[in-house]
């Protein structure tokens, strides 16, 4: 059996135990940039129907533009006690859920229903956190 995935804190660089600490990601951040982006496609649909025509490629470079102004929110593992918004209600999930491959898949599964997610780096945190600890 492969060993546990162990969770390095952001803050201290210290593993953490289950109980004490969890990946963490400002979901509100995150729905406010789902948000803006859902605004911004209706206005430029809205746009395209008033000339009747297909978008056209300058339409796609200004879709690219405004993503790239909105970077992704990230996710990070922490301590409860180390992390600087731990009084904010940030959406979390305890490292204790997270301990192997079949745990990651249910979070990525449970996170892939919600609409938010593709706001955050969630792909590149599973693959700096846990495909670098497999590098090891
Ligand atoms: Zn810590």
Redesign the pocket.
């Known amino acids: 059996m492969a060993a546990p995935f162990v969770w390095t804190?952001h803050?201290?660089?210290?593993p953490?135990a289950d109980d004490t600490?969890y990946i963490t990601v400002d979901d509100t951040a995150a729905l406010e940039a789902t948000a803006a982006w859902e605004r911004h496609e209706r206005e430029e649909d809205e746009a395209a129907a008033a000339r009747e025509s297909r978008l056209a490629f300058t339409d796609m470079v200004k879709l690219r533009d405004v993503a790239d102004k909105n970077p992704k929110i990230v996710w990070y593992p922490?301590?409860v006690?180390?992390d600087p918004r731990r009084e904010n209600p940030d959406y979390w999930i305890g490292v204790g859920r997270l301990r192997n491959l079949r745990d990651v898949l249910a979070v990525n599964d449970h996170l892939s229903t919600k609409r938010w997610t593709a706001h955050t780096d969630w792909p590149a945190f599973l693959l700096r956190t846990i495909g670098a600890a497999g590098d090891e």
């Open positions: 804190c803050w201290c660089n210290e953490i600490g922490s301590h006690a180390c």
